[in-house]
């Protein structure tokens, strides 16, 4: 079974562009998590979809978006991009249910860097 | 409000040492899990265990074992005669019901070294 897959692996932007990142989940799963991994604050929580809906939502502004689409895949979008968006952005699934306890499976992450 | 911490930044051990690393958790619900996850340099995060709230036995699996307490609100994990390979950063992690879905937060991730 594939894994979690994240695209792209790498990107490099400059301040004030937006940026899309994709992931497609485990066959099968239909919740998919988002985080920002950065040196100083750690993994923080973005936001939660589960069958195309938004459930749950991070402490981040507007700028930060994202969508899942029928098949489970999932983006996420970064718009007027700032200095301190640059951090690994991890992807996570998790099985059918979505449900609390339900183990994260983790894609390798975009690391997105800002100039 | 959900809060994991994790208080040892970094820790550096000897190959074939014991290590444990320390987690404190804040909830307020009283259906809960907790987890440890493994970051090795290929930035992956792994599962490694899972405790739900009302399952305080502890185990051992491998090299691996875990001491909930719900008392003190920890979750610790150990790695007994650690080895080079288990070099990476472990998070801790709690997940509890929010409206409409369920998150998970993670603490900032204890870093160890493992020299041989």
Redesign the interface.
Known sequence: KA?VTQTPRYLIKTRGQQVTLSCSPISGHR?V?W?QQTPGQ??Q?LF?Y?SETQ??K?NFPGRFSGRQFSNSRSEMNVSTLELGDSA?Y?C?SSATQ????????????TQLSVL | AQKVTQAQTEISVVEKEDVTLDCVYETRDTTYYLFWYKQPPSGELVFLIRRNSFDEQNEISGRYSWNFQKSTSSFNFTITASQVVDSAVYFCALSELNTGGFKTIFGAGTRLFVKA
Request: hydrophobic share 40%.
């Open positions: 894994g919740s998590s985080y750690g993994l929580f939660e589960f459930r749950n991070g690994l991890l996570a979505g449900a609390v306890g339900e183990k994260l499976f983790f894609g390798s992450g």
